[in-house]
């Protein structure tokens, strides 16, 4: 079976292009593992996805250092804080990052589905579907992998997250160069490269989406403890399990 992007999607093809790409990385992880995979087996192949939140900045940099050109493709849901998008901007251009690919929603779904904009208080699962994964669906038609900016101090799904792994829905490989790291780390690496952050961190998010789900944390609550905080629900589907 292939996806619409033309990549293998048969599960036993994927499980070992990902065991040989882990077995050729090492322990690579942070910008080491990103050149390698960006410059080497991945080159032309691989996007960042970011959502321009809190600790974005700290994968923004990296990969503007190895290759500006790199594509990154954001998800402008319609829900967004306008901080995100003026952060967006500011932080796109001071990094000097040229294929930043700005995603909507399919208008035709919205007005099927959405069309007084308050589908996340009745159905959150297909408000994201359509906001969310049905655009980066489309967006990564051609791309084999794509990076994100998942660590396994958020904690749930996430504690056990590998550097490297297959998403067995579509084929791709997702790269998580930053799944090791803490957050000492990446406040260190926004210090040391004078990195600013997203503006609302100082109001209390520490994990930024969209407005209508999204809450400022507690001192001790976990970073992502504001998503979704009514519900019983703390991914927004784009990660499914991997492989
Ligand atoms: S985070 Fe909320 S508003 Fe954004 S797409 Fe998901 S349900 Fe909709």
Redesign the pocket.
Known sequence: MKTSAGVLADPDTLVSRVAAHRAEAGDRAGPELLRWLITGPLAGRIALVSSFGAESAVLLHMVSVIDPATPVIFLD?G??FAETLVYRDALAGRLGLTDIRSIEPDPADLARHNPDGT??SLE?????????TEPLDRALTGFDAWITGRKRFHGGARGALPTLEGDPGTGRIKVNPLAPWSPERLSRYLADHDLPVHPLVQDGYRSI??????RTVAPGEDARAG??SWLDKSE??IHGDGI
Do not use: N, S
């Open positions: 849901t829900k967004l589908l996340w959150p699962d297909l408000c994201c579907h359509i906001r969310k989406g969209c407005v209508p789900c999204t998503r979704w927004c589907g």
